[in-house]
């Protein structure tokens, strides 16, 4: 049967580093062969090659956004971005925490967990990639069930939801795999073009009896409230523009 443990902290101190400044940042998530972190500068560096050099096929499309297709520099360059902009909008209301994925201490890859109402909607979203010579190795299984276990079992979500364009064939047997039930179709914009993309729903509480087993660390007060599963109000920093000015 699969085990799911969490350990949680009560972090007092001031802050001195980014682990204790950022509470997402002291989460470390594992299975049988990853390790699931946010990713510092350094990491995010190792993270930006693997996705230069290749995310998908040529002629494959499986994102919304052609930002796989794009030359090995902007595709880098997109992966920096992208974990900066989480990391600076987030809110209570509206997160996103995308982890690094590491296999035998190498990046591999990114798993996306983010949700938008989470204080009342209790629902949240997955997404993610993995470099070439890390696909169809059953790693996205891993992945993306280490993330529904934070969810269901740590943050108090109800359900987790998914897409899937029809011919993305791996992410549609990952959903399968962890026991989503079909959600209908939705009308999607795939780089310019009108496409239906498949949905996927699954509620609480999953049956993780046949899941890789997760242990989680990191979880604290700090963080379910950042996340609005504690507070709706969260622990919500007060950004720069907000700061008085002399």
Known sequence: MARHTATVTDRQQPARGPRDAWPPARLRIATPRL???????????????VAAAGVHMPGEQPFGIAWG????????????????????TWTPQRWTLDFAVFLDGDPAGAQGLSA?????????????????????????????????ALAFTHLGALSAVTGAFADNTA??????????????HQVSNRDGARVLARRFRLTAPPD????????????DDEFLGMCGATDPAGHQALPLGGYPHA
Do not use: C, N
């Open 35 to 49: 390790e699931l972190r946010l990713p510092g500068e350094d990491d995010l560096a190792r993270l930006a090659a």
């Open 116 to 148: 938008a109402g989470f204080p009342v909607r209790r629902e949240v979203a997955t997404g993610s990639w993995l470099g070439l010579p890390y696909q169809r190795q059953g790693l996205g299984t891993e992945m993306r069930a280490a993330v529904l």
């Open 208 to 219: 993780m009896q046949h899941w890789p087993p997760v242990t989680i660390s990191g979880v």
């Open 171 to 184: 992410a549609i047997k990952v959903s399968r795999a962890l026991g989503y039930h079909d959600d209908g």
């Open 69 to 88: 297709a794009q030359p090995p520099a902007l595709r880098a360059r997109s992966v920096l971005q992208w974990h900066w902009a989480t990391r600076g």
